[in-house]
């Protein structure tokens, strides 16, 4: 088990990415926090992984609360004495056009994907130091190594995301404290897939058909990399981003010039 005894607590594990997290967490062996502002979700990932014989609490927290984020961090290290993982992973994305996008939205967004992702770690930092021990793992994306038509807020929380790791790492690498970010592709979770579901199928064919392994990835897939990164096989990778994409920013984003594509 490559968490055994580890404390993690994750944001936005009710859910998709997170909640794949929070199981694969409790199954190598950590307990978990979940914390989410869905506590019928979180309260279910909850149960399924004690029925699974791991050990979890759910919170309730709005991340985009600073005092809540203070609640969160301090009830993982009230019910389990310390905390060793912290996956930063909730997210909240307002769309439009950058001429567009509302004040509240654009707000929100950074509240709740950018300034609570620093927070957390500013309060987990806190009991970390005092052991000289601790993992961070920040879900950034591909939407932070590049744009994307409509997301422009999106793509700038997790650009900072991306940032704010680096910046993290380097001032606590010698505390103890290693600090990585994941940045998945496009991953089959709830709010995608209701996306995608909604059409005639065209918008999921044209995705499948610009992802070099012409399919979505599963959150179990993002969920194993946030899984290394925190463990110590990774002990010594601080500092970085780890791209679990299927290969899409490998891409140019050229078509085929000399006549083939990814399927030749
Ligand atoms: N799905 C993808 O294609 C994809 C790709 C790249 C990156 N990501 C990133 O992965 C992370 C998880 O996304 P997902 O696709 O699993 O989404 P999801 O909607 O399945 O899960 C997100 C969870 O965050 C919770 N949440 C939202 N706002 C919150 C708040 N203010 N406080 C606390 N919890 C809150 C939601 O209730 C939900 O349970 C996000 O950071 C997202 O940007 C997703």
């Known amino acids: 088990m490559?968490?055994?005894?580890?404390?993690?607590?994750?944001?936005?594990?009710?859910?998709?990415?997170g909640a794949a997290t929070a199981k694969t967490f409790a199954r190598e062996g950590a307990a978990v926090v979940v914390a989410d502002l869905n506590d019928e979700g979180g309260k279910r990932i909850v149960d399924q992984i004690r029925d699974g014989g791991g050990s979890a609490e759910f919170?309730?927290?709005?991340?985009?609360?600073?005092?809540?984020?203070?609640a969160m961090i301090r009830f993982a290290i009230d019910?389990?004495?310390?905390l060793d993982v912290l996956h930063n992973n909730a997210v909240f994305a307002a769309a439009g056009h950058?001429?567009?996008?509302?004040?509240e939205g654009w707000q929100k967004t950074i509240d709740v994907g950018l300034t609570a992702y620093w927070y957390a770690t500013r309060c987990a930092l806190a009991e970390m130091v005092t052991r000289k021990r601790g993992a961070i793992v920040n879900t950034a994306s591909i939407s932070g190594l590049a744009a994307d038509y409509m997301l422009g807020a999106y793509n700038t929380i997790k650009a900072g995301v991306i940032n704010l790791t680096r910046a993290t790492a380097i001032e606590y690498a010698?505390?103890?404290?290693?600090?990585?970010?994941?940045?998945?592709?496009?991953?089959?979770?709830?709010?995608?897939?209701?996306?995608?579901?909604?059409?005639?199928?065209?918008?999921?064919?044209r995705i499948c058909e610009a992802?070099?392994?012409?399919?979505?990835?599963?959150?179990?897939?993002?969920?194993?990399?946030v899984a290394f990164l925190a463990s110590d096989e990774a002990s010594y990778v601080?500092?970085?981003?780890?791209?679990?994409?299927?290969?899409?920013?490998?891409?140019?984003?050229?078509?085929?010039l000399l006549g083939t594509g990814p399927e030749w």
């Open 2 to 17: 490559r968490l055994k005894d580890r404390v993690s607590l994750i944001t936005g594990a009710a859910s998709g990415i």
């Open 59 to 70: 919170v309730h927290a709005d991340i985009g609360q600073p005092r809540e984020v203070e």
């Open 79 to 82: 019910r389990f004495g310390r």
């Open 98 to 103: 950058v001429g567009e996008i509302a004040l």
């Open 174 to 205: 010698r505390k103890g404290i290693r600090c990585n970010a994941v940045c998945p592709g496009v991953t089959a979770t709830p709010p995608l897939m209701a996306i995608l579901n909604s059409g005639d199928g065209t918008m999921m064919k």
């Open 211 to 225: 992802i070099p392994m012409g399919r979505l990835a599963d959150p179990q897939e993002i969920a194993n990399v």
């Open 238 to 256: 601080t500092g970085a981003f780890f791209v679990a994409d299927g290969g899409i920013t490998a891409n140019t984003g050229m078509p085929g």
